[in-house]
Structures are given as C-alpha cells and as structure tokens.
C-alpha cells in the first residue's frame, strides 16, 4: 500500500473517531443537561453542517496552498475545539463549537476520496474499500470509547478524544500527496445527471446510516443499557464494514461498482426493516440480527458508490466531485440525525419500541429511494 494512502486514511479516522464517539454519549448528555432528544442530537447535526459548509471550499482552497497545509490545520484546530468543547458550559456553547469543529472536520476528510482515487486510478474501489474500511474502524473504535468514557469519567471527556488522535496524525502528515491541478468548474458537475443522481444516493445511503444509530442508541438506552453496553453493540456493523470493505470494493472493481451499489442498496432497505420489526417484538437479539444484515448493505453499497460517484464525475473535476461527495455525506447525516431526533420525540406518546420502529422504517424507505436512484445511472 502506498505510504501516501496510509496518511490520508488516518486522517479519516481521527475524524470518524471523533463523531461516532458522541452516538452512546447523547442519551446521557440530554439527561445530564435536561434537554430533549432532539435537542440533543443538535450536537451532532451542528458539526455535520459546518463541515457541509466548508468541504467544497475547502478543496478549491487546498488546490491552492496545498492539500498538506490545509489538512494539518484542520487537525490541529480539531484538537483545540475538542478541549474548548471539554469546558463548554451550556447547550448552546456546544452548538456554536461543534460548528466551527465540522469545518475543521472539512479540512481534515474533504479531500480523501479523491485524492485516494488519484493515487490508483485504475484500482478505485481497492483504494476507495480502504477508506472504507477506515470509517469503519473509526466507527468502531468510536461508541466503544464513547461508552467507555461516559460511563466510567462522564460524556464530556468524549470532546477530547480528537488530541490524541489529532497528535499522531498531525505526527504523520508530512508525506501527503499534492493536490493535482483541476478545473474547479462547479457547472460542469450540475450538468452531469448521472454523476448528481449518484450524489443523491450518496446522501440517502448517509441519512440512513447515522439516523439509524442515533435512533438506536437511544432505543437501547430506554431499553436499560448502559452507555459501555450501548457503544458494544452500536459495534456490530462498522466491524463488518472494516472486515469487508476491502473485499467489496475488489468485487466492485471486478463485476461492475452500479450491480454491488444496487446489491448494497436492497440489504439496507430490507435490514431495516427487520430491524424495526425484530427490535419491536426482541429487542435486543432483533437488534443484533438487524444490525448484521445492515452491516453487509454498508460494506457492498459504500465503496462500490464513492468510486462509481467519482468515475461519473466529467474529466478534471476529481477534486471538486470529491468535496462534492463529502457534501453530500455530511447533509446526509445531518438529515438522518435531524429526522431521528425529532422523529423520536414527536413519536414518543406511542412508546419507545413503536416510535423506534417507525422512525427506521421512515430511514429505510429514504434508503428505498436511493434504490431507486440506481436505475438512473450508468456504471462507469
């Protein structure tokens, strides 16, 4: 593998390290500080759209000073926000902080997807299974030491996760690749139907994913469980997509990216469903057997829909398509985090389980159009 793809690849997980940490902390943030479940989830929704903000900027940007200098402020202002966010005293303070920490977050992560596919051009969904698999151990790592810290020093120290982190890859930064020159034409990319249609997916798939979580999280928390028991099963599917992230990508590579995305696509709509069903009448063996049929739709649809997003994109705009994706990723989450808080709170006379239920079968059937969006596009 080259050294290049390593340093881009830790960047990504110091970056979804730091937010998956926050899903088991959320339930136990809204109680310590009395807000609502949707209140609470703002946290999250605050730095997915700094970040949505900042990423297509952010790349122009780094095509001028250089990719190396933007990422590493990114990383250092991503630990000095986490220790502001540390003493922050109200709700609103970490509003405002997780803010300004989504665009340091952009800075970071905006430029790997296409900056990985640049370094094998003709091996995307390898390179592109391998950023995979890193946001996916960055997801895993995530709720685990999320948990862990709620539960044995309390859930503002999850805030400070991203020094050490940001210390090691700030530590490792200083081979990255340069930015190769691009076009940076943001009509061109709107008048490509097929590359937008990808895109729209790419946001669906997103808001299914983290609004899932976050609704689970707070299902089993009502459940009894603890944060250290909410981060452990909130494990099951990054650790599938880590284990076979790589492995879809080389059969992406191999038997076409649009057949795995649609294969990916149809293990989520229906995984969610058993979710919702399995986690009603069992919840917690429902939601184990649910989470394993989610985590297999995430490994086949992630990196097979990157590369094939970025292959649609017009010849000379890798960079831009690239913040384009990442766009697209960060207003997906915020929708799903946005439609699972709020979706909790307003279903919640009818109970947990049944409010549980309905706000996954609202994610899935987004997740059912973004099936939908497949037959639109053509594989590159």
């Known amino acids: 593998m080259d050294p290049r793809l390593l340093t881009l690849l830790l960047g990504v997980l ?7 940490a926050l899903a088991p902390a959320l339930p136990f943030l809204a109680r310590d500080l009395g807000i609502s479940a949707a209140e609470a989830q703002g946290v999250v929704t605050a730095g997915l759209l700094g970040a949505a903000l900042a990423y297509l900027p952010l790349t122009l940007l780094a095509g001028r000073v250089g990719a190396g200098q933007v990422y590493r402020t990114g990383l250092l202002l991503q630990g000095l926000l986490g ?21 340091a977050t ?79 034409n943001p009509k061109r990319l709107l008048e490509a139907r097929a590359f937008l249609l990808g895109l729209l997916a790419t946001t669906l798939y997103f808001a299914h994913t983290l609004g ?14 603890g944060p250290e028991a909410v981060g452990g099963l909130l494990l099951l599917s990054p650790l599938q997509l880590l284990l076979l992230g790589a492995w879809a990508g080389r059969m992406a590579d191999r038997v076409g ?30 939601a184990v057997l649910g989470l394993v049929l989610l985590g297999v739709g995430r490994a086949l649809f992630q990196a097979a829909n990157n590369a094939q997003v970025l292959g649609l994109a017009p010849k000379g705009e890798e960079a831009l398509a690239s913040g384009a994706l990442s766009v ?37 059937e987004l997740m059912g159009v973004g099936l939908l969006l497949q037959r639109g596009e053509q594989n590159p």
Not at 83 to 103: K, W
């Open 14 to 20: 110091v970056s979804t390290v730091n937010e998956s």
């Open 212 to 225: 899932t979580t976050l609704a689970l999280a707070f299902f089993l928390s009502e459940e009894g469980l």
């Open 257 to 286: 990216y649009a057949q795995v995305v649609r294969r990916g696509a149809l293990l989520l709509v229906w995984g969610g469903a058993f979710l919702a069903l399995l986690a009603i009448l069992a919840p917690l063996s429902g």
């Open 83 to 103: 220790l502001l966010l540390f003493l922050a005293p109200f709700p609103l303070a970490l509003y405002a902080l997780r803010f300004l920490q989504g665009l």
């Open 106 to 184: 952009a800075g970071v992560v905006g430029l790997v997807p296409g900056l990985a596919a640049s370094l094998y051009p003709h091996r995307r969904g390898y390179a592109l299974g391998w950023v995979a698999s890193t946001v996916a151990a960055g997801t895993l790592l995530g709720p685990a030491l999320g948990g862990l810290l709620t539960g044995t020093v309390g859930w503002r120290w999850v805030f400070l996760l991203p020094l050490p982190f940001g210390l090691l890859a700030l530590a490792q930064s200083g081979g990255l690749p340069a930015l190769p020159p691009q076009g940076g």
């Open 328 to 364: 697209a990723r960060v207003l997906g989450q915020a929708l799903g985090s946005f439609l699972a808080g709020v979706g909790l709170q307003a279903l919640s006379p009818l109970g947990h389980r049944p409010a549980f239920g309905l706000v996954i079968l609202l994610l899935s």
